[in-house]
């Protein structure tokens, strides 16, 4: 596949003005495959809840927001069940959350990178010395 496995700190991006948004909203507008797990809609979902709870966003941006993020075209190919072992066994190759490394093993399955904006995940994956091309940051994605 040709394409990014996009993360939730790249969605939220798409529905909240950030640092980075232009470039999350290039990969809506450039026809790329996008992919992700199903934890993005909740990953997202919560990060625009606590921008919600402490008044950045309100209640009517929130509820639109999360309409938007449900529309995004985003393919879902792999269950959670399925991702699950892989992912463990990268948080522990890695020393690194297991929801992150969801992501991760989505892009793995899918012959492609993760996009994201999260310095954490992106740092942690680019130190590693056989996962370091499976990780870009938004900042970074190539010109189209």
Request: net charge negative; with cysteine.
């Amino acid at each position: 596949m040709s394409g990014y496995v996009v993360d939730a700190s790249v969605a939220v991006k798409w529905l909240v003005d950030e640092p980075f948004s232009d470039e999350a909203a290039r990969l809506l507008d450039d026809g790329i495959a996008l992919v992700a797990p199903e934890l993005v809609y909740v990953e997202s979902a919560n990060a625009l809840w606590a921008m919600h709870r402490r008044g950045d966003i309100g209640l009517s941006d929130f509820t639109e927001a999360l309409s938007v993020l449900k529309a995004a075209p985003v393919a879902v190919p792999a269950s959670m069940r399925q991702l699950a072992a892989p992912a463990g066994r990268l948080a522990v190759d890695l020393g690194h959350p297991v929801y992150d490394c969801v992501y991760l093993a989505l892009a793995l399955q899918e012959q492609c990178p993760v996009v994201t904006a999260d310095p954490r995940l992106y740092d942690v994956v680019r130190a590693h010395p056989y996962l370091s091309d499976r990780i870009l940051h938004l900042k970074d994605l190539p010109e189209r």
